[in-house]
């Protein structure tokens, strides 16, 4: 079944970039999608499309996404950016079947 | 404003059955597909499967489909996730999850989740 990638985990200090990556075969054909979720809480859309922003999420979160990987990053990360961060893209052979990568834990300190 | 309101806590046997709900509101439920996604505890997002109440269309992961049975009442703007034999491995929190399709199928809107223990 298809897969996609994220590292375990990305450690910034207050203020610096973070970036966390998403790895997919089917990237190159299909958007890419990121969710942030903090502890106890419902997932929450902060990229859509690839690089698409919904409203009421901060400007410093940031898509884009090149060949087979996808990329979220947090410009000038903040201690509330602390969170699990999982991207989702669709199966090759349908937009209609979805997968999530792994989860990035993202530790602001 | 998009609300999916999930019924509450259950804790199950071993071999017993399930069907938990996730009742919609604020947009039009028939045109929307909606879907489920299981986090077992301490552990990332899976997506499970959706439905599109209009028609009843319905779409499953590969690795549920079979283990799990999702459907929808579009007369109360309701979808269902349903176990015939729940196994210890099926505890986990589950969401349901309102999905965009205008270019890919995806979550945009989540419920609060439903947490299903299942012990002996």
């Known amino acids: 079944s298809y897969e996609l990638t994220q590292p375990p985990s990305v450690s910034v200090s207050p203020g610096q970039t973070a970036r966390i990556t998403c790895s997919g075969d089917a990237l190159p054909k299909r958007y890419s999608y990121w969710y942030q979720q903090k502890s106890g809480q419902a997932p929450v859309l902060v990229i859509y499309?690839?690089?698409k922003r919904p409203s009421g999420i901060p400007e410093r979160f940031s898509g884009s996404s090149s060949g087979t990987m996808a990329t979220l990053t947090i410009s000038g990360a903040q201690v509330e950016d602390e969170a699990d961060y999982f991207c989702y893209s669709t199966d090759s052979s349908s937009n209609h079947r979805g997968v999530f990568g792994g989860g990035t834990k993202l530790a602001v300190l | 404003e998009v609300q999916l309101v999930q019924s509450g806590v259950e804790v199950k046997k071993p071999g017993e059955s399930l069907k938990i709900s996730c009742e919609a509101s604020g947009y039009s439920f028939t045109s929307h597909w909606i879907g489920w996604v299981r986090q077992m505890p301490g552990k990332g997002l899976e997506w499970l499967g959706i439905?599109?109440?209009?028609?009843?269309?319905?779409r499953y992961s590969p690795s549920f489909q079979g283990h799990v049975t999702i459907s929808a009442d579009k007369s109360i703007s309701t979808a269902y996730l349903q176990w015939s034999s729940l196994k210890a491995s099926d505890t986990a929190m589950y969401y349901c999850a309102r999905h965009d399709s205008s270019k890919d199928c995806y979550p945009t809107d989540w419920g609060q989740g439903t947490l299903v223990t299942v012990s002996s």
């Open positions: 499309e690839d690089s």
């Open positions: 439905i599109y109440p209009g028609d009843s269309d319905t």
